[in-house]
């Protein structure tokens, strides 16, 4: 869903890229299972493609569906340093995962080429209340990143020096138990250890009737001035 709502507001924020497309360069950060690249593929090519993700993996799922001049690159987003050589960057539901989004999302601006677009979406910090309350009814801390909130990645960027647009939506999805809500960021590609030593998370098999995970995404469309 997030990666439909992702592509949709990119083309309504910025409806003449690709009018050169052959000579742009892109950059997925944190790709996972290629998925988002793959739609976008769909509507527009590029000269060429990076994909980056630090699980070797997830990296092996999108080789199979990128079928492009593309370089695949098993690294942690934090230590990429590249950002330069991109005229469209884009990242869903992945830069939370960062050891420090705000400054991450800095330095990609900073490195940013004039003209340059930053597309990104994340889960804000309204996200996950209901199992929240769970960690806190069982004393247990929350092990998830802690999330930024839109407000605060609104106030990274100076206006002067981009155009800035941003949007909100939220959406509820069930899950038959806690439990499998980790199981499916697993799947997805999410780095925590799903073991019996992780029982920041395992506590959780004690407990089997359904739950509510609610989703408040934000989305950004950055791009940085000549």
Known sequence: ?????????????????????????????????????????????????????????????????IHCKSKLILSDFDHYEEYFKFNLIYSNMSLHWSEDIENLIKKIFFKL????????SF??????????????????????????SHRKIISLFDTNKCVVKEKKINFTKMYDNPLNFYKELKL?????????????IFFLRKIKQEIKINFYISFFYIKKNE
């Open 188 to 200: 997805i590609g999410a780095n925590f250890k799903m073991s019996n030593e992780n029982e920041s």
């Open 113 to 120: 080429k004039p003209n340059a677009t930053f597309l990104f």
């Open 123 to 148: 889960p804000n910090d309204k996200s996950f209340k209901d199992l929240k309350i769970i960690y806190k009814n069982k004393k247990k801390n929350f092990n998830l990143n802690v999330l930024p």
């Open 1 to 65: 869903m997030s990666a439909d709502e992702l592509i949709s507001f990119f083309v309504r924020n910025n409806s003449k890229f690709g009018k050169n497309k052959s000579t742009f360069n892109a950059l997925d950060i944190g790709c996972g299972t290629g998925e988002l690249t793959r739609k976008i593929l769909e509507k527009f090519k590029f000269h060429y493609l990076e994909l980056i993700d630090f699980s070797e993996k997830m990296l092996e799922i999108s080789k199979r569906k």
